[in-house]
């Protein structure tokens, strides 16, 4: 045995850990970071760590909102979800394809928005399926299919807090809302969602950073959420639904095109008369008319006046 260079006792002790004397002399009791050996059962799971009273109050106020907009049918582009994002706000999706459910039905609807690293190389689109600002972000929300969720599937697990900001990680379950199919084959969805919201003005607060993660629902979950099906058809009913795919560009609500004039605005210099008209000649597409706008500036044939 090579002897040590350093601490003796500490090497014997390593060698023998329950030694009690050495060299006639009572060692100390060694520090432990073991459990002692108890009887019975393991400590109890918790479903979620909210932290104090303060944090608790404002992650489950924020859930609650956040969700009834969401989920709200009669809101066809979502853009109530408009006052929820901060305008630096990035958005992020995954799906994770493992068949792990009985209810394992297609995730096409996810998989043409999403940026998984397992499944996305190219890096342009990579990049180009991350969200950056509000508008980017409800645009691409309001492309994904109708939901419920479930709150009682819900486990909330606080990571970081600060006095102005929260991070968190949610669980969950939702069911797709297809109104033209029976509600005992919607689909059933599992997901994960990483939340970093902020303090605004003292009392509201802002996503500024939005991660989300799809995936089938396991048997488990399929289970739970059959048994309150029931209650969430009836809730379904006493909205209109419409499908998201079905909506009409043109017909994007005032308050989306409004701040999608205001950014083309900021971002071109131009004003917003004519920022609005970039906008409508190419059917609200924000991407388009931006492309739009900078291969006319190259042609020189944008007019002085369009400019503030």
């Not at 500490?10 to 006639?24: D, E, T, V």
């Amino acid at each position: 045995m090579q002897r040590p260079s350093g601490d003796v006792t500490a090497f014997i002790r390593k060698c023998f850990p329950n030694l009690q004397m050495l060299n006639s002399q009572q060692l100390p009791k060694p520090v432990k970071f073991d459990l002692p050996i108890q009887s019975g059962e393991m400590p109890s799971i918790k479903n979620s760590y909210l932290g104090g009273d303060e944090v608790r109050k404002v992650v489950v106020a924020f859930l609650e909102q956040f969700y009834m907009m969401f989920d709200d049918l009669s809101d066809l582009s979502r853009d109530k979800l408009l006052e929820a994002y901060s305008n630096e706000a990035v958005f992020s999706l995954a799906v994770n394809s493992s068949p792990l459910g009985s209810r394992g039905s297609s995730l096409q609807s996810y998989v043409n928005c999403e940026r998984n690293y397992l499944y996305v190389k190219d890096l342009g689109k990579r990049l180009s399926a991350l969200k950056r600002g509000r508008i980017d972000i409800v645009q691409l929300l309001k492309n994904l299919p109708r939901t419920k969720h479930i709150p009682s599937t819900f486990t909330v697990d606080v990571v970081r807090t600060t006095p102005s900001t929260t991070a968190f990680v949610l669980y969950g379950a939702y069911v797709e809302v297809e109104g033209r199919r029976p509600p005992e084959s919607w689909a059933i969805r599992s997901f994960t969602r990483m939340f970093v919201i902020t303090t605004v003005g003292g009392t509201g607060v802002s996503i500024i950073n939005d991660q989300m993660m799809v995936r089938n629902a396991s048997a488990k979950v399929v289970k739970l959420v059959m048994q309150e099906l029931p209650q969430l058809v009836q809730e379904a009913s006493m909205q209109p639904s419409t499908s998201a795919a079905a909506t009409d560009v043109s017909m994007m609500p005032d308050t989306l095109q409004q701040a999608a004039v205001q950014r083309l605005s900021m971002e071109t210099r131009m004003n917003l008369h004519w920022s609005a008209k970039c906008l409508e000649e190419n059917q609200w597409d924000y991407n388009k008319a931006l492309a739009a706008f900078n291969f006319l500036m190259t042609q020189s044939k944008v007019p002085p006046e369009a400019f503030i």
